[in-house]
């Protein structure tokens, strides 16, 4: 079914599939779907409605040492790791098919998990298709992996080979379960890794069904694990496992730092987090288009509910031009952003992904008022809506670089307008943060644009844009965003090592 087709669905449509809905919710280990050895389960709710979707096996210590014990199994057998590379392509390519195929299962699973409005997961750029495209952007780079050949002395040959790490872990988050997931799995995979995925227990229903098409398309069992479960023991577990050799983690920072720790507290296994931001958007006085800025920085913040590492949540205007900035990005957010059912076309926001999270962030936003931020817009549960975790999209204005509002991360749909007088201001407030993942500029001076982007702490750069991007873009930050970087070829080096072979010929 292609994105025009699903353009054809109703609300009623949507929700008649939703409710025939029948989720594989097992664990895949060897091969094999399994519950949790110790009979365990924990239950998922839709966000949108506070009703269980599914039971989920609750996995453990003795899970996770037989799906590392899958993993390594396999990848010593060469069943992936030394599969032909043109083979391994060919299964990666039936691969990413199938993601395709599953589209409407895989999006209606992701709304019904974490409340995204199924226009988001199923357009032409949604999340199902960017994951087939990761999928088949890795398995085209699979033949292009090669090793190097040295200039050395006449009686010396000397080569470097590029071979996997061995056994994989993907530990990944709920604020886009199936695309995270995707750029983690995909890589590891095209150079031959083993991987576990460990989703985020808040939103565990596509891991499974990603599994098994992997295993449709031809990959062999072992290779592809997936084991649910929380944080705290399953997540823990693998991180501390001797037999893991690259944990790729996305999620908080306190949990990133933990990864490095576990590391060193065992085998000193690979470890690349991505733990969130606090990114500035910057709009300077001559922003070329202050119409098409606030519309980019509304979509900056409000896209995803605000659930996303990359929020421009620190609005850093011109003080000429603030208060018209603040009304345009004002009309623009009640323009842009329908909140309601999820799995209604007509809906541009939905929910949070939990309870729990709809409690983070008014609270965030309570803190602010208390600090003497002023509230311009939303700031709390919209009318109608008792049932589901939302918040409105929420603007504060009269903020200063040292309120809580201005430094912590909200993971929700809620802006801070910030003034400045100078563009150098504007740099030092950008960079007064722990968090350096991306940032905006909105400048027709091209020297300005060229200074800012040099300067500023951050790992994605966007220029009269926001959160433009496609596979060809590192993504990762600077300082406590985190290290490595997802999603481009250069991912591929994080998931290999080099080998160095010296040949006497004397």
């Known amino acids: 079914m292609s994105a025009e087709q699903f353009q054809r669905l109703t609300r009623e449509d949507f929700h008649q599939q939703a409710a025939a809905l029948r989720p594989e ?24 409605s506070d009703e269980v979707v599914a039971t989920i096996p609750l996995g453990d210590v003795e899970d996770v040492e037989l799906a590392v014990a899958s993993a390594r199994k396999a990848f010593k057998s060469g069943v992936w790791s030394r599969m032909e590379p043109r083979a391994r392509m060919e299964v990666m390519y039936r691969f990413a098919d199938l993601i395709s195929e599953n ?11 974490v409340g995204k ?55 990944t988050p709920w604020n886009y379960p199936l695309l995270i997931a995707a750029w983690k799995v995909a890589p590891a995979l095209a150079v031959g890794n083993s991987v576990i995925l460990k989703p985020a227990e808040q939103s565990p229903l596509s ?5 098994q098409l992997f295993m449709e398309a031809g990959g062999p069992a072992g290779v592809f694990n997936v084991v649910h479960g929380p944080g705290g023991t399953v997540g823990k577990t693998l991180a501390l496992h001797m037999d893991v050799d690259k944990i790729s983690f996305t999620g908080s920072t306190a949990v990133g730092k933990l990864m490095m720790v576990y590391s060193g507290q065992s085998n000193l296994k690979r470890v690349t987090v991505e733990t969130g931001g606090k990114s500035p958007q910057i709009i300077t006085a001559n922003a070329p288009d202050l119409d098409i800025a606030a519309q980019f920085a509304v979509s900056g913040i409000y896209a995803n509910k605000g659930e996303m590492c990359s929020a421009g949540s620190r609005l850093l205007v011109d003080a000429r031009i603030h208060d018209e900035f603040v009304a345009r990005f004002a009309a623009k957010t009640k323009a842009t952003f329908t909140i309601g059912d999820p799995l209604d ?40 809506f008792d049932s589901g975790a ?18 912590e991360e909200v993971f929700g749909p809620v802006a801070a307008v910030l003034p400045f007088k100078t563009i150098d201001e504007a740099v030092q407030i950008a960079n007064d943060s722990i968090y350096g993942l991306a940032a905006g500029i ?65």
């Not at 589209?103 to 699973?109: K, N, P, R």
């Not at 085209?140 to 090669?146: G, Q, R, V």
């Not at 891991?207 to 599994?211: F, M, N, S």
């Not at 965003?481 to 998931?495: A, I, M, P, Y």
Request: neutral net charge; hydrophobic residues 40%; aromatic residues 6%.
């Open 442 to 506: 909105w400048t027709a001076d091209i020297r300005t644009a060229h200074k800012m982007a040099r300067d500023l702490d951050a790992g994605v750069i966007w220029v009269n844009c926001y959160d433009l991007s496609d596979m060809t873009q590192p993504w990762g930050g600077f300082k406590q965003s985190g290290t490595g970087r997802d999603k481009c070829l250069e991912t591929l080096l994080t998931v290999s090592q080099t080998k160095s072979v010296w040949i006497n010929l004397g």
């Open 390 to 407: 939302y918040v409105e999209p929420t603007l504060f204005i009269d903020v200063h670089p040292g309120m809580r509002i201005a430094r």
């Open 207 to 211: 891991a499974t069904l990603l599994a």
């Open 103 to 113: 589209a409407l299962q895989f999006g209606l699973l992701e709304s019904l998990d």
């Open 25 to 48: 919710t097992r664990m895949l280990i060897d091969g094999k779907l399994v519950n949790a050895k110790s009979g365990k389960n924990f239950e998922t709710v839709n966000p949108a």
């Open 117 to 171: 409005p199924i226009v988001d997961l199923l357009g032409a750029n949604g999340d199902v298709a960017a994951a087939a495209l990761t999928v088949r952007y890795f398995g085209e780079a699979i033949d292009k992996i090669e090793g190097t050949v040295t200039t050395t002395a006449a009686d010396t040959f000397h080569y470097i080979l590029r071979q996997p790490l061995g056994v994989v872990v993907s530990i």
């Open 345 to 384: 076309p007509a809906t541009t926001m939905g929910p949070l992904v939990s309870r729990k999270q709809q409690k983070s962030v008014l609270s965030s936003i309570d803190i602010a008022k208390q600090e003497g931020a002023q509230l311009v817009l939303g700031g709390r549960t919209p009318a109608g």
